[in-house]
């Protein structure tokens, strides 16, 4: 499956942005479908993701209460809605697919499918 994000963009401090992640040649069943961002000269950091056969979102404790993750079973597209952005959500984030358990879901090395990354910057 492949994976295409989209929607990044500059944005002032406090406003809102919302990424979209579409799956082709393929669709999310059995996958876990995550975000992850790297800042520059900052690790790959775990945004929030969610098993798309069902359960609820988990969020990194730095998003969660501002980015919102939903589903578009119709469309294979996974989407996060980030509102009350601030600076230092600045970076390159990425959509990834991958089987994965709970206590897997946050670790990257457990995703094999990437999208090409999508740039949120922060700043007035």
């Known amino acids: 499956v492949q994976l295409q994000a989209s929607g990044g963009g500059l944005v002032q401090p406090g406003g809102s942005l919302r990424l979209s992640c579409a799956a082709s040649g393929g669709t999310f069943s059995g996958y876990t479908v995550s975000w992850f961002r790297q800042a520059l000269g900052k690790e790959r950091e775990f945004v929030g993701g969610?098993?798309?056969?069902?359960?609820?979102?988990v969020y990194s404790d730095s998003v969660k209460g501002r980015f919102t993750i939903s589903k578009d079973f119709a469309k294979n597209t996974m989407y996060l809605q980030m509102n009350s952005l601030k600076p230092e959500d600045t970076a390159t984030y990425y959509c990834?697919?991958?089987?994965?358990?709970?206590?897997?879901?946050?670790?990257?090395?457990?995703?094999?499918?990437w999208g090409q990354g999508t740039l949120v910057t922060v700043s007035s």
């Open positions: 969610v098993r798309w056969s069902g359960g609820s979102p």
């Open positions: 990834a697919a991958g089987r994965t358990i709970a206590s897997t879901t946050r670790d990257s090395q457990y995703y094999y499918h």
